[in-house]
């Protein structure tokens, strides 16, 4: 398993929006991310800035790219693109970051 972690940004005022639609995940959308392989999956936010913290593990991250491609996918990111920062197709702005310390 190799471990994936990235930020993200929400819109100001929108945390409770966020932590809502989250508690409300669809179904469907689990159960995809689950037959890619993504296990532990957690995202955190830093409250004085709004800023997302995501980290998640997947055997394959390769299988990221081809996901972000499913209809159910693009669905979920059409529905968050009004609280958050995105990009023109509506995927979350994300910044990839580097692992530099883990203790086992």
Do not use: C
Not at 20 to 40: C, F, Q, S, Y
């Amino acid at each position: 398993m190799e471990k994936v972690a990235f930020k993200m940004q929400l819109h100001q005022e929108q945390v409770q929006e966020y932590q809502r639609r989250h508690n409300e995940i669809w179904p469907e959308l689990v159960a995809l991310l689950k037959n890619t392989g993504v296990t532990d999956y957690s995202i955190f936010l830093d409250p004085s800035t709004n800023a997302l913290f995501a980290v998640l593990k997947i055997k394959t991250p390769a299988l990221l790219d081809e996901l972000s491609k499913h209809p159910t996918i693009q669905k979920w990111w059409k529905y968050m693109s009004d609280i958050m920062e995105t990009n023109p197709d509506n995927s979350p702005l994300t910044t990839t970051l580097k692992e530099v310390f883990y203790l086992p």
